[in-house]
């Protein structure tokens, strides 16, 4: 299926804004750090089969990578000689982005996923939990 432009622009709008993909209507969050089963206005289907979340993982542990290596080097050239220093904020960072960044990494995951393949519907077998 062919995407345009405003569609993609669209999904990552909806992806900042940590809301459904598909429709745009509801979070994706049900509470701290758990995401939906699905969408409770057009019942996209968010968690589909086990191992789906290891894309967020993924996402989560790739871009917090690039944060640390970011500012490892903006950090390298201001505070030069003090590598204690960096290491020390180096390490709050890679400990704490990955935490902050947690339901993002889901959004991300779960936006990428709806534009390579549309987000199929929940079917009447819904979890009991949700």
Known sequence: ???DCRTVLKTLLR???????ACGQS???QSPFVIKHYCSACEALFKREDG???GAILTNMVITE???LSAYLIFLPVINLHYQMILTLLLAIALLFPV??????WSVWLSFDHLIET????????????
Request: proline fraction near 8%; aromatic fraction near 14%; include cysteine.
């Open 27 to 29: 979070s994706i969050i």
């Open 52 to 54: 789906f979340f290891v």
């Open 15 to 21: 992806c900042l804004k940590l809301q459904c993909p």
């Open 119 to 130: 987000l199929p519907k929940a079917d009447e077998k819904r979890p009991s939990n949700v």
């Open 100 to 105: 902050v960044f947690y339901h993002h990494s």
């Open 66 to 68: 690039f944060v640390v």
């Open 1 to 3: 299926m062919k995407r």
